[in-house]
C-alpha cells in the first residue's frame, strides 16, 4: 500500500450482500474479499460473482468479474476484469467493464462488449441491457453475425426479443 492510502473501515472474507424489493431478491453478491469506505459510501470487492433474479425470485442469470465496487446508497455496481455475464436461457456477455444501475435495473459499459446467444453473436462499443440480457442495443461500431450470415449492422441495434 502507497504512502497516504485510505485505510478501509472494514475488511472481511466471504462477502454476501442481497438487494430485495418487499422480500423477493434482486440479485445477491459473494465476494471472497470486500473493504467498506464508510466515507466514500463504498465497497470494493476482489472475486465476485453476481447472481440476478427474475420477478418469479428464480435466479435468471449469472455475473462473474475480478473486481468490483458497490455505492452503499444506490446500490449500483462497477464491475471490472475478464467480465462475464451468462443467463440460464443460455446469452453469454464478455467485457472488461461493466455498470449496473440498481434503481433502473440496466447494465450499461462504454467498453468493447461480446454477446452470443443461439443464432446470433454480436460485438461492439457500448452497450445497455437488462440483467437477463432480454432486450440489449449495441450504441456504435457493432458487427453481427445473425444466423450464420455475418456482416455489419447500424449502431441502436439489438438483438433483445
Known amino acids: 500500500m502507497g504512502a497516504g492510502a485510505e485505510l478501509p473501515d472494514q475488511e472481511v472474507t466471504d462477502f454476501v450482500l442481497t438487494e430485495t424489493d418487499q422480500g423477493r431478491p434482486q440479485w445477491t453478491l459473494y465476494a471472497r474479499y470486500a473493504?467498506?469506505?464508510?466515507?466514500?459510501?463504498?465497497?470494493q470487492s476482489r472475486d465476485?460473482?453476481?447472481d440476478f433474479f427474475d420477478d418469479k425470485g428464480a435466479r435468471s442469470s449469472e455475473l462473474t468479474a475480478h473486481e468490483g465496487?458497490?455505492?452503499?446508497?444506490?446500490r449500483d455496481m462497477t464491475a471490472r476484469g475478464n467480465v462475464v455475464l451468462q443467463t440460464t436461457e443460455g446469452t453469454r456477455?464478455?467485457?472488461?467493464?461493466l455498470h449496473f444501475s440498481n434503481d433502473r435495473?440496466?447494465?450499461?459499459?462504454?467498453?468493447?462488449v461480446?454477446?452470443?446467444?443461439?443464432?446470433?453473436?454480436?460485438?461492439?462499443?457500448?452497450?445497455?441491457?437488462?440483467?437477463?440480457?432480454?432486450?440489449?442495443?449495441?450504441?456504435?461500431?457493432?458487427?453481427?453475425?445473425?444466423?450464420?450470415?455475418?456482416?455489419?449492422?447500424?449502431?441502436?441495434?439489438?438483438?433483445?426479443?
Open 35 to 43: 473493504a467498506t469506505y464508510q466515507a466514500k459510501n463504498l465497497v
Open 114 to 161: 461480446h454477446v452470443e446467444r443461439p443464432g446470433f453473436v454480436g460485438e461492439g462499443t457500448g452497450f445497455a441491457s437488462d440483467p437477463n440480457l432480454r432486450h440489449f442495443e449495441f450504441k456504435t461500431q457493432v458487427h453481427a453475425t445473425v444466423s450464420g450470415r455475418p456482416g455489419g449492422i447500424g449502431p441502436s441495434r439489438g438483438g433483445g426479443k
Open 69 to 74: 465496487e458497490i455505492q452503499q446508497q444506490t
Open 105 to 112: 435495473q440496466l447494465i450499461t459499459s462504454d467498453r468493447l
Open 93 to 97: 456477455m464478455t467485457t472488461e467493464e
Open 48 to 50: 465476485i460473482r453476481v
